[in-house]
């Protein structure tokens, strides 16, 4: 008999609108990352009534062992808890009363779900064969290089066998899982290129060194890397998403600023990539007679599912949610996570739990008027229930 059956679903379904409660209250107090301390002590109250002992990690992140030092298995399962600085545009009862900061990704959800997990998971202790750690990671939307990385480092996953995440996407239909081994979300990398021209007057552009007009062409340009530089196939992203330059209308400005972002899902591809951009950047540059800063940082390394992990939750999906709502459909996705390190630390595998409401174009992450769904807390909490019978083997 599956483990998650009809009464566990029944008891999922019965906490869930006591999870809703929680998900709106994290949603109207939003907090960034390394600054979770009203979130992490919600946290720490639910474990608490639920028999663990929280620990801390990374600063404001939470950890907690079903079976601490138990001698079987340990399968950590992982939420994350901050929020994003942006507004909040939607009139929700429950909408953010913090101006400049609002849960836009949905972790105010993933925590909810995770904490409906602690509470199940309370309730079978004694028929695990092993322990569960459950992480509430701090710092999600890249503050300091991200919590998870520094989780990782401070030990969070020691003694850790298999790592698990969900994330909430709503351009997927609500209620399907989507999940594939390899890779799964992109390897970011910030790009910065400062364009050094020669600043004059507005009417006398012979003298100068334009810098407006050479950034354009390197704007331009940089179209070219991944349409001209990779094949059909070659899965990449380049975007310049900030151009800015000059003071007035009649001086022609000294330097351009141009700042972007690139994502790979390979390392031969990503140094094809940077290597092209190098090219594209200083050699336009050199055409038009001004000189181009460039700098190319990393962000997050690209999350990889191990097989067998990737696996796990494809048959645990079948089982929770039906075959017919599980694929691979749209996936690698070109968004970044930091969920990374831990699946680089340990084997892992990270899902997206789709959350698109039938019939209606839903707000996607990071959109002003995206809210998290709650109608899918149940199949997040019964997705990681399943994940944790099927790698205990019960
Ligand atoms: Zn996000
Ligand atoms: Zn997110």
Request: proline residues 7%; charged residues 20%; negative net charge.
């Amino acid at each position: 008999m599956p483990f998650v059956d009809a009464t566990l679903r029944a008891e999922i379904d019965a906490l869930a609108p006591e999870l809703t409660t929680i998900r709106r209250d994290l949603h109207r107090h939003p907090e960034l990352g390394f600054e979770e301390h009203r979130t992490g002590a919600v946290v720490r109250a639910w474990l608490e009534r639920h028999g663990y002992t929280p620990r801390s990690c990374a600063s404001t992140g939470v950890i907690a062992d079903l079976h601490p030092g138990h001698p079987g298995k340990t399968i950590a399962l992982r939420a994350d808890l901050d929020c994003l600085p942006m507004p909040e545009t939607t009139d929700l009862p429950y909408r953010s009363i913090h101006e400049g900061r609002a849960h836009k990704c949905g972790h105010d959800g993933h925590t909810a779900v995770l904490l409906g997990v602690a509470a199940i998971l309370d309730r079978y202790r004694d028929r695990l064969p092993g322990n569960v750690r459950l992480l509430f990671q701090p710092a999600e939307e890249g503050v300091d290089g991200g919590g998870a990385k520094r989780m990782v480092a401070e030990g969070a996953l020691d003694g850790v066998d298999e790592v698990y995440a969900l994330h909430n996407w709503p351009g997927h239909p609500r209620g399907h899982i989507r999940v594939k081994p390899g890779p799964m979300l992109a390897q970011t990398h910030w790009l910065g290129i400062t364009v050094h021209g020669v600043g004059g007057h507005g009417s006398q552009p012979q003298l100068c060194r334009d810098p407006i007009v050479a950034a354009a062409h390197i704007v331009v340009a940089l179209q070219t890397v991944v349409a001209r530089g990779l094949g059909y196939d070659g899965g990449a992203v380049v975007s310049v998403c900030r151009f800015s330059s000059g003071t007035t209308d009649n001086v022609v400005p000294a330097t351009a600023e141009l700042e972007g972002t690139v994502r790979t899902f390979a390392p031969e591809i990503t140094e094809l990539v940077l290597a092209r951009i190098r090219e594209v950047v200083h050699g336009t540059a050199a055409a038009l007679g001004v000189r181009a800063e460039l700098e190319l940082e990393p962000g997050y390394p690209v999350v990889m599912n191990d097989p067998t992990c990737a696996h796990a939750v494809h048959r645990v999906a079948t089982q929770v949610v039906g075959s017919g709502a599980v694929s691979d459909a749209g996936l690698p996705i070109a968004g970044g996570e930091d969920f990374a390190y831990m699946a680089q630390a340990v084997p892992g595998a990270f899902f997206f739990l789709g959350a698109g409401a039938p019939g209606r174009d839903t707000p996607g992450c990071h959109h002003p008027d995206f809210d998290f769904d709650d109608t899918i807390i149940p199949t997040g909490v019964a997705m990681f229930m399943g994940l944790v019978a099927d790698r205990f083997g019960i």
